[in-house]
């Protein structure tokens, strides 16, 4: 062990991200990018930045953009925080809101960076086992300063009625942070209740809907309390000036996003019921990727066997998620060579 390292950094493992291959010819079905490219604004945005400007500091408080997003929430511009990824604000939520001996809760499973995030500044984490179909199962009291709630969840993709998060967050002492990475693939989200109970923050990302996980860009929306004690402790300038403009882009172009979300989820509910045909359990999905149990072969060996055929998935080792996999949504081509090399997997079995 390191001795100039803190002891807790020396005993954490850290985030695993999921792989980024560099072979163009790999099926990415493991990290839930949009399969799409973002908007053709976005592009005259890139073709028309002066790059001369990339001298000058960017603004430090991203106001354009924050404006763009407070006027389509309907909120004051002071309630939005855009940050370098929602991953940025996470970590901002750990820094503003837990004190040093703190604890952070979340379901179990999650999102696996939020324990990592309480292992990083040595704080406890409580992690709330879901039910036995991932449902929600959040006891009356959780011990905690601060709660990380996905929804949808991932790796689930399930989706938690507002009115039992509403019921959570109105009871919880602390700040409830509900993490809607893929918001824009599900039939309602929880925005409203950043705009009316004081101890909740509403987290977006560009990553997904708006096909920009290579920008790391996305906000924050909450009591302006919440919003400018975060804003304190961001990096003086955590959103560039390219991100901003090309944020921008992406925002005034809702039409783009929306009709690329629908796509995504017709594509969702295809691949859904053609598992089904092939006797796979598939759960629920308001994201855009299904969480499926495999039949006729452990998960474990599905995934090794695509891999092998250039399509890679993302497997979750551990007694909750072992038995699943999580497939993220392709093109609809893509999907068909993932089906066909399901079908030639399972009969050579």
């Not at 919003?227 to 921008?248: F, H």
């Not at 598939?282 to 149990?293: D, I, K, M, R, T």
């Amino acid at each position: 062990m390191n001795k100039y390292v803190r002891k807790n950094v020396n005993r954490m493992k850290g985030y695993t991200p999921g792989e980024q291959p560099s072979d163009p010819l790999i099926i990415k079905l493991n990290t839930n990018e949009n399969p799409y490219a973002p908007s053709p604004a976005v592009g005259r945005a890139l073709e028309d930045f002066d790059f001369t400007n990339l001298g000058l500091y960017p603004d430090p408080l991203a106001t354009k953009l924050r404006g763009m997003i407070a006027a389509y929430h309907g909120c004051e511009t002071c309630r939005v925080l855009a940050g370098n990824g929602s991953d940025e604000l996470l970590a901002l939520c750990v820094r503003a809101f837990v004190e040093g001996r703190g604890k952070i809760g979340f379901f179990e499973p999650s999102y696996s960076l939020y324990p990592v995030l309480a292992e990083m500044h040595g704080l406890r984490a409580i992690a709330v086992p879901l039910g036995s179909d991932f449902e929600w199962a959040m006891p009356d009291e959780v011990d905690a300063s601060l709660f990380f709630l996905a929804n949808p969840n991932a790796p689930t993709g399930i989706m938690y009625p507002m009115e039992q998060v509403r019921h959570f967050c109105e009871r919880f002492p602390g700040v409830v942070v509900i993490d809607e990475a893929y918001a824009d693939f599900a039939e309602a989200n929880c925005m409203s209740l950043a705009l009316e109970l004081e101890n909740v923050i509403v987290l977006r990302t560009f990553s997904k809907s708006f096909s920009l996980a290579g920008l790391r860009l996305g906000y924050a929306v909450g009591a302006p309390e919440l919003v400018g004690a975060m804003s304190k402790l961001k990096d003086s300038y955590n959103v560039d000036r390219i991100a901003q403009t090309l944020g921008c882009a992406a925002f005034a172009d809702m039409d783009y996003m929306r009709s690329n979300c629908e796509n995504i989820k017709n594509i969702r509910r295809h691949t859904a019921a053609e598992l089904e045909k092939r006797s796979f359990r598939v759960f629920p999905s308001q994201a855009n990727f299904l969480w499926v149990e495999p039949s006729g072969i452990e998960a474990a060996v599905l995934f090794e066997k695509l891999r092998e055929r250039n399509i890679l998935v993302r497997y979750f080792p551990g007694p909750r998620t072992g038995r699943c996999l999580r497939i993220s949504m392709g093109t609809r081509a893509q999907m068909d060579v993932l089906l066909g090399a399901v079908d030639r997997i399972l009969q050579l079995k």
